[in-house]
């Protein structure tokens, strides 16, 4: 079974503080995701990393993928209270199952 | 609609009770995932459809939750004898063809609560 492991679990920052979360896993991925969660609402896809190595910015979010694909990390510039929320890395276990990590729960503070 | 739809959006019941969760996906998607939440946690993979193929039921924690696709379009997931440990965030998904490399898009999910 392939599992991702993110951490850490929770993480409590002040307004433009810096930070990296992480998603791990022993298994290879084809690609993995990155979603953010709010309160009430469904997850939304922030990016798709697919080739090892791969960095991907996304305004002040960047997100790479390790080398050997089996791992992936979130790190945020200069966080601002708007990106509080639930941060959840997944990936395709076989073609069609979608599997996430537990998450990483981020509140930013004023 | 726009995006996808789920029903009731809060539903509290006795133990013992079935329960019916349904969810309207985005039109022409022909992909559509079920998930579990329990509060503040990750997404536990329960079952997917994808058009006319037999659904990968393999997240299905028990007999007692099973859920249909009618019509390649409408799903409603159904949990039976509901028990306590089964309050959480029911939460439906529906991609345009299913497989990596697609945009899956969540519906806002039915809150579960077992008394």
């Known amino acids: 079974t392939q599992l991702l492991e993110q951490s850490p679990q929770f993480l409590s920052i002040q307004e433009g503080e810096n930070l990296t979360v992480y998603c791990n896993s022993s298994?290879?991925?084809?690609?993995l995701q990155w979603y953010r969660q709010e309160p009430g609402e469904g997850p939304v896809l922030l990016v798709t990393?697919?080739?090892?190595?791969e960095v991907k910015k996304l305004k002040r979010l960047t997100f790479q993928f390790g080398d050997a694909r089996k791992d992936s990390s979130l790190h945020i510039t200069a966080a601002q209270p708007g990106d509080t929320g639930l941060y959840l890395c997944?990936?395709?276990?076989?073609?069609?199952?979608?599997?996430f990590g537990a998450g990483t729960r981020l509140a930013v503070h004023p | 609609g726009a995006g996808v739809s789920q029903s009731p959006s809060n539903k509290v019941t006795e133990k013992g009770k079935d329960v019916e969760l349904r969810c309207d996906p985005i039109?022409?998607?022909?992909?559509l995932y079920w998930y579990r939440q329990s509060l503040g946690q990750g997404l536990e993979f329960l079952i997917y459809?994808?058009?006319?193929?037999?659904?990968?039921k393999s997240g299905l924690p028990s007999d007692r939750f099973s859920a249909e696709r009618t019509g390649g379009s409408v799903s409603t997931l159904t949990i039976q004898r509901t028990q306590q440990e089964d309050s959480a965030v029911y939460l439906c998904a529906s991609s345009s063809t299913g497989g990596a490399g697609n945009t899956i898009y969540f519906g806002e999910g039915s809150w579960l609560t077992v008394v």
């Open positions: 997944a990936g395709y276990s076989g073609y069609n199952k979608l599997i």
């Open positions: 990393v697919v080739t090892g190595g």
């Open positions: 459809f994808q058009g006319n193929s037999a659904p990968d």
């Open positions: 039109s022409g998607h022909t992909a």
């Open positions: 298994s290879v991925f084809s690609s």
